[in-house]
Each structure stands twice: as C-alpha cells, then as structure tokens.
C-alpha cells in the first residue's frame, strides 16, 4: 500500500454518491494535489444488484457494511444514503471503529446530531457535514472556522431550491401555487410527494444546524417553528411587488433576549435585501454578526454540485490524516440556550382581508388593531371588489406574535370583517 494515500468507502451510489464517484475520477489530479494525498475510494456499499454496473465501471462494491467496518485500509466512511435509522447506525458503528465519517445527511445532523457529535468526540474521530445544508455553498466551515471570531446575531437562508423556484415562478408568470408545483415536479424540482419542501420541513432542518453552529448551542429540529408555502397567492405576490417586496420563504435563527428564535416560513422580504434577488432552484444563506457586520453565501442548492461540499470535508478529514491531526473541528454547541416561545418573535406583518365597502369600517379594523396593541404602518384599499366587499392590504409595525394572532381572532368577530385571506410575516 502506497504511503500517500487515503482510502475511503461510499454508502451509497446514488444521485450524490455518483456525483462524488466522477468528481473524485475527473479531478483526481488537481484534488491529490490540494488534499496532498491520493484519495482512493476502497468500497462502495450498495444493494445486491447495483453491485454488476458497478464492478462494469471497475468500482469495488459491496452489499455487507462489515467488510468496511472490518477493513483496516479504510479511514473515511462517506454516508449518502439518506434517511435515518440506518444511516445512524452505519455512522455509529463507523466512529466505533475508529473510522472518520462524511455525510449529507441533513435529516440526521438536525435530529440526532448531539448524539454522534458524543460519538465523535468518544473515538476521536472528526465527523463533517458540509453538505448537509446549502448542497454546494461553503457554510458550515466558513461558521466553524473563518467567522469564529464573530459574535453572530443572526441567520437568514433561501435553503430549499424547490420553493425558491415555485415563488420565482409565481412572481414572473403570475401562475398559482398548483401549477408552478405540476412545472417543478415535471422538472424534477420536487418530488411526488412535496411536503417536506412545501410545508417547509426540509428548510427547518437545515436552518436547525446553522443555528447551532451560529449561537453555539443545540438546536434540534422539534425546535423550529414551521409554516410553509402552500397558502400563498399570485394576489400575495402581487401586492408584495408593489410594495416593494418579494416573497420568499425563510430559514430565519436570531439570538434575542427570551432565547434563540428559529423559524421558518414566508416572508416580504424588502427587494434592497441580497436575499430578495436570490431566484430559481438557487439557495443562499445571510448571516449578520459582530465585527464581520454582514455576509452572504451563493450558489446551487442540490444536484451534482453537492458532490463539492462532500469531497470537500473527505480533502479536510484527508489532510488532518496525514498531518497526524484530527478532530479540529468538532461540536461547538458548548452553550445551553433557551428557545424562544413563537408567540414571543417579533416582526411586522402583512395582511390582506375583504371587508364590507362602507363608511365606518376603516375605523372599526384600526380599533380592533389598537386594542390588541398592533400599530398599523399602511392600509391600502386595492382594486379588487367582490360584491360590496373591498379589498384591505394592511402593514404592521413591528409587534409580537401574540399580538398579531390577538387581533387575527378579533378581526373575525367583526360582522364587516368577511375574510382573512393572507397573514405573511414582513422582514425588513
């Protein structure tokens, strides 16, 4: 065996374990180069009859996980298998064994990852996850190492390509929320079944690391209030536009005095904002910290690019090997902080209502307002009439969620109040 050299074993061959197979042959030279050691990829753990197409691309393949735990030669085991149970187990026994662990796994990182941190940290063994939030965007190293001298405040992200493309969409044809969903799942955007993007679970994860990373303690995916896109409008968007804003749906994690606030869910979001102009399947992560002030992170979300983000953490675990140093970066969750209670978060809001078209009703809905404590920033009447009902477009100043769902519930109790149509989160 070749003294430079790392030898390493894929779970999986799938979308991003095949990607990672061609980047790792198409730039071998440039990244044995970088790395200052050949990588080479020892095993491929793959169901029993995916083993013949790979051993025709003369890959080394296997369906028995023991032959990589008992397989001394193997120092990195790259997890891309996805889901939960079994991906937790396989990384589990990996760092049992000594071996250092890759993965994308966001659904994994998000709900378990204090316990394979331990796991991590037990073995002395480096665990990365680069690509488990961003797909190619280099965030999770940048938060751990080039910004640790920041105090960060907060985290905004654009980290799920199929919404971003559904609203870009809706924006640009005017076309309702069914059909830009038929388009992205003709297009291969969104899966046939879509709520973990549309209902917003999928940002939630990833917003749920990144905000462990950025105030330093852990945030679990149960934590993360969740709202997702489903109830938006071309109406929505339309009002949106002309106010000034563009509607996007937001990964947000802010350090505030009642505790870390993370959510997700729609939002205005003002156009000056570099997250506004963030179009398509393209993600992009903010964040705002002290002395950096503020910083954004730009490119594909998913696809074959992600193959960059893993074979990028295999170079970093790969040089460490080499060096004789390992476990640099590890859990930087060393802080117990609250969650701050939903009903608690503060913005301003937009809201869009039909009311009856008479004297007297602007005044009764700015009370209704007033007694719930919410101060209005503008109300504008648009040009949609539907009997004798108008139509109200109303922004708030900044309030409390408490106090917004207080005069929700009592703007229903108002006989000229004939429905609530939109409540959308503004952030300015």
Avoid: W
């Amino acid at each position: 065996m070749s003294e430079n050299v790392v030898k390493i074993a894929l779970l999986g061959a799938g979308t991003i374990g095949g990607s990672v197979i061609k980047v790792l042959q198409d730039n071998h030279d440039i990244i044995t180069q970088r790395a200052g050691t050949e990588i080479q990829i020892k095993n491929i753990l793959v169901l029993p009859h995916e083993i013949p197409k790979l051993h025709e691309q003369g890959l080394p393949a296997t369906s028995n996980y023991d032959e990589i735990l008992n397989d001394p030669e193997i120092e990195i085991v790259v997890e891309l298998i996805g889901g939960i149970k079994a991906a937790k187990d396989f990384i589990l026994a990996a760092m049992n064994h000594g071996k250092h662990v890759v993965t994308a796994n966001k659904d994994l990182v998000a709900q378990f990852g204090s316990e394979l941190f331990d796991a991590a940290d037990k073995n002395k063994i480096d665990f990365l996850f680069e690509a488990s939030v961003g797909g190619a965007i280099p965030i999770i190293m940048p938060m751990k190492r080039s910004l640790t001298p920041n105090k960060l405040t907060e985290v905004l992200g654009i980290v799920n390509g199929t919404t971003n493309y559904m609203l870009t969409k809706m924006k640009e044809d005017g076309a309702d929320y069914d059909t830009v969903l038929k388009e992205a799942q003709a297009k291969g955007y969104a899966e046939a079944n879509p709520a973990a993007d549309v209902e917003g679970k999928d940002a939630a994860r990833k917003i749920a690391i990144l905000a462990s990373i950025a105030f330093n303690s852990r945030v679990k995916f149960d934590d993360v209030s969740i709202e997702g896109i489903t109830k938006i409008t071309p109406e929505d968007i339309e009002y949106a536009a002309q106010l000034g804003y563009t509607i996007k749906l937001l990964a947000i994690g802010k350090e505030s005095e009642l505790g870390v606030d993370v959510r997700v869910h729609p939002v205005l979001l003002q156009n000056k904002h570099p997250l506004a102009s963030v179009n398509g399947v393209f993600n992009a992560i903010f964040v705002r910290g002290n002395p950096i002030n503020e910083a954004m992170f730009y490119g594909p979300g998913a696809g074959y690019p992600t193959a960059s983000a893993v074979i990028s953490d295999i170079v970093e675990i790969s040089r460490g090997i080499k060096l004789g140093s390992v476990g640099r970066f590890g859990c930087t969750c060393y802080e117990e902080k609250k969650i701050c209670p939903l009903e608690e978060t503060s913005s301003s809001y937009f809201m869009r209502l039909f009311v009856n078209d008479e004297t007297g009703v602007l005044g009764k809905i700015a009370t209704t307002f007033g007694n719930a404590q919410v101060s209005l920033k503008s109300v504008m009447q648009t040009n949609a009439q539907v009997g004798d009902c108008a139509e109200l477009v109303v922004i708030t100043h900044e309030v409390k969620h408490k106090n917004i769902l207080a005069a929700e519930t009592e703007l229903q109790k108002l006989s000229c109040v004939k429905k609530i149509f939109s409540v959308i989160r503004v952030e300015d």
